[in-house]
């Protein structure tokens, strides 16, 4: 709905966008946007990190993820280049004890589950509940409902994941890291949204990346929704 | 699980163990595809040097095997480990010198039994979602239902190890260790064994689920490059790459996914027999000798993407005979008193 920043494509920013020392509009952020990617094990967080990276699916050939994987992309939004620095963690709950000591400065959180394991889906609660113990106040937080291609092993519907989304005010999508489906949309949404963080004016309509996503996102099947 | 899976596999001898086998193909001897960028002039000049290292070494070894046909603890041996095991005996030097031959004999039909009883479910679904993910692309892993698929092996092991430890259960790393561990052994009681020891007696408390130890041994590894070169842990901090974060994998996977397989088998080599400090040397050496890589770096991501790399560092890790000599002589003297204080001391940092 507000469309503020899509209307500049040219090389004046948005908002009079201009950071300390930077004198164009191309320029990186000085800072880079710190994404973490979380969610039991298995629920695909490094095929959805493999399929943004690199546009491919792992299909029999990735490997679990011992500790702490670091990947980094720049990507643009609307002419302004944001670089995201990736952390793909283990799922398997004793690695949690190293792991949030580091949402604290975490700029977004992509919390997965995977449609087709119950369990993962309702261990989300426990995560929300480390998150806000740990992350802080203005973090993105995101509810990735993963695997959403897989339809005859599906468990989770959508209603449910989008429920618990708004139960917790949280942004909520359902992805595929196998057919790409919505994996663009989830990190550019990070993205967009530290942009504006940075740029905008007080003046400014404030950007709410799950109204965003919510219009920008496509769901899934014929009669997905 | 039906009992006929149950009695411990012996590997057909194609798995050769021999690196001169694989001299010329995208395949190592273990399996294992080489990695994309693999650098074949500089492994092929590296070979032809090592293959006389390796026969001298062979020839040695023999002779100090061929009398007793077996090896025990000595100054000899322990010099030996570290100039390398020949393929051919290391399933029976690793079986001596960690102490798991003895335990095996001490336990006859243990294994088997473990394997025949109930199974805990939460374990079974823990370890099965991690058997497609390890080492996917070694063509003994691969999924398959070919007959000389090591799968069933690795998922037998770790059920059986996560049995044996309630404590432990299963923790994320290991799947690769046993799975190297399948490889070499071609035997998966003896694997059992050997992971046991590792798990129980070489590396008490690392795969415990508090992840202390291996916490600590990280903060240890930061003191160590600190007292080495502080110039480069200054650096390192100011990149803010937190040494909590630096080598979970590696004391996790015992370097195994991390370095080329005959570089991790010559640690092992010397691990078996002295214990954590062999993993915190090669922690030291690989951070040392990416000083300059380091130095040049001007943010966390550029120091990640140096971490990231290491693996595919040829000219540094692929040959094992220099890398192994460079991890007794780079980190300087590492006296067991020393690395008892500093664990001492950074246990407190983690709490």
């Known amino acids: ?225 | 699980m039906t009992t006929n899976t149950l009695r411990s596999v012996q590997f057909s001898e194609n798995l050769s163990g021999t690196p001169s086998h694989s001299l010329i193909h995208n395949i190592d001897g273990y399996g294992f595809q080489r990695p994309e960028g693999f650098d074949f002039d500089s492994y092929e000049e590296f070979m032809s040097s090592y293959l006389t290292i390796l026969a001298k070494r062979s020839a040695r070894w023999t002779s100090i095997v061929r009398r007793r046909g077996t090896v025990s603890k000595s100054a000899k041996v322990k010099r030996f480990c570290r100039k390398g095991i020949p393929a051919e005996h290391r399933p029976m030097v690793w079986m001596n010198v960690s102490g798991a031959a003895q335990k095996m004999r001490e336990n006859p039909g243990l294994y088997a039994q473990i394997l025949k009883a109930d199974y805990d479910p939460r374990l079974v679904e823990t370890v099965s979602m991690d058997i497609n993910r390890t080492f996917p692309e070694n063509i003994y892993f691969a999924v398959s239902r070919d007959r000389n698929s090591l799968q069933r092996p690795l998922f037998n092991v770790l059920v059986a190890i996560g049995h044996k430890n309630s404590k432990v259960e299963y923790c994320q790393g290991m799947n690769f260790v046993v799975a190297l561990m399948l490889l070499v052994m071609k035997n998966e009681e003896k694997a059992f064994w050997l992971m046991d020891t590792l798990i129980n007696n070489i590396l008490p408390d690392y795969y415990n689920p508090d992840m202390t130890a291996i916490k600590v041994e990280q903060e240890v590894l930061g003191e160590l490059v600190r007292l080495r070169d502080p110039e480069l842990h200054s650096k390192i901090e100011r990149l803010e790459v937190p040494w909590c974060l630096v080598g979970i994998k590696w004391f996790l996977c015992l370097f195994a996914d991390v370095l080329p397989t005959e570089t991790v088998l010559r640690i092992w080599d010397c691990l078996f027999y002295e214990g954590p400090k062999i993993l915190l040397r090669v922690a030291v050496t690989i951070i040392l000798i990416n000083k300059d890589k380091f130095m040049r770096c001007t943010n966390f991501s550029e120091a990640t993407t140096v971490l990231r790399n290491i693996i595919n560092d040829s000219k540094s890790v692929m040959d094992c005979h220099a890398f192994i000599q460079k991890i007794f002589t780079e980190p300087k003297s590492f006296p067991r008193a020393k690395i008892k204080k500093l664990r001492k001391e950074c246990i407190t940092k983690i709490r």
Not at chain 1, 27 to 44: A, H, Q, R, T
Not at chain 1, 149 to 161: H, L, N
Request: hydrophobic letters at 35%; charged letters at 30%.
């Open chain 1, 1 to 225: 709905m507000k469309d503020s920043n899509s209307s500049t494509k040219d090389s004046h920013p948005p908002n009079g966008f201009a950071r300390k020392g930077s004198s164009t509009s191309t320029e990186v952020f000085d800072n880079s946007c710190k994404v973490m990617l979380i969610g039991d094990s298995g629920s695909g967080k490094t095929c959805l990190l493999v399929r943004f990276k690199d546009g491919a699916f792992l299909s029999g050939s990735f490997i679990s993820t011992v500790g702490i994987d670091f990947r980094n992309k720049v990507v643009d939004v609307d002419g302004t280049k944001v670089k995201l620095q990736i952390w793909d963690t283990a799922g398997q709950e004793r690695f949690r004890s190293i792991t949030k000591a580091y949402y604290r400065d975490a700029n977004a959180l992509l919390l997965l589950y995977d449609v087709t394991n119950k369990t993962s889906f309702d261990n989300i609660r426990a995560w929300l509940a480390e998150i806000n113990e740990y992350a802080q106040e203005d973090v993105v937080i995101m509810l990735l409902g993963n695997k959403a291609d897989m339809a005859a092993e599906r468990v989770i519907r959508r209603e449910e994941g989008e429920k618990l989304a708004k139960d917790h005010n949280v942004a909520f999508m359902e992805t595929s890291a196998k057919t790409g489906m919505n994996v663009d949309l989830a990190f550019m949404a990070v993205a967009r949204d530290l942009k504006m963080k940075k740029t905008r004016k007080p003046s400014d309509p404030s950007f709410n990346v799950a109204e965003y996503v919510t219009k920008e996102q496509q769901t899934s099947g014929c009669c997905g929704s």
